[in-house]
């Protein structure tokens, strides 16, 4: 069922009605849809539209003109968008790129004065960051602005500790933690290890205490003299 809204425009001396028709099943069809995101043809016939007028077609012929729109229509289906928000924000990344390719364009003719030159190049720098912005906030309405990590098994032994995320080593940059890590057996002065032998259960350990030196003297007998 249609919903149909009139507005008049009264002027001195002509009366004009304007017919809006909204849900019109003709119009809700979605043929365009994969280069506007809408269902609504009439929507993605103006959006492709707006995006081809923001093309420099003044030096084009006819052959260059169609491709040219054939492009641009090729490029909104690659940007792929999904409703009428993604449509707007990808006619408007083909616009910026149309522009700042201009600007870049006329900043490298040389019979132009430095300023401007300078102009030109300070234009296309804002029209570039615009699309970067422009880019980022489609990838933010498309779920890929945040990132996602699930850990879903950490075993943690006794005495040990779990470090989840990247570990930064001391001579710089990131290394992936290997499955199999050697096992280093530090030994200590002062603490009895156990010994091979069954009579004796332990082997005392070396350490820092003080030992009892043999006596470097000893008696010389001496022959008495002649």
Excluded at 127 to 138: E, I, N
Excluded at 197 to 207: G, H
């Amino acid at each position: 069922m249609s919903t149909v809204m009139s507005t008049k425009k009264t002027a001195a001396d002509d009366k004009k009605a304007t017919t809006i028709v909204a849900n019109d099943p003709d119009d809700l069809k979605g043929t365009l849809k994969r280069i506007g995101g809408s269902q609504s043809d009439h929507w993605n016939n103006i959006l492709v539209n707006q995006t081809i007028r923001t093309l420099w077609i003044k030096h084009s012929d006819k052959e260059t003109q169609d491709q040219q729109c054939s492009a641009t229509v090729a490029a909104l289906i690659g940007i792929g968008p999904k409703d009428e928000l993604e449509g707007m924000i990808a006619a408007q990344l083909l616009a910026a790129h149309n522009a700042a390719m201009e600007c870049y364009r006329r900043a490298m003719l040389g019979e132009q004065t430095f300023e401007g030159r300078r102009e030109n190049l300070g234009q296309a720098n804002k029209l570039s960051r615009t699309y970067a912005v422009l880019l980022d906030a489609l990838n933010h309405h498309r779920g890929k602005g945040q990132q996602k990590v699930t850990v879903e098994h950490v075993h943690v032994h006794s005495g040990g500790q779990a470090v989840v995320g990247m570990v930064e080593t001391p001579g710089g940059g990131c290394q992936p933690k290997s499955k199999e890590q050697p096992h280093a057996i530090a030994f200590a002065p002062g603490i009895e290890m156990s010994s091979a032998n069954p009579e004796r259960s332990t082997v005392p350990s070396t350490s820092d205490a003080e030992r009892s030196l043999p006596d470097a003297r000893r008696n010389v007998t001496r022959r008495p003299e002649e």
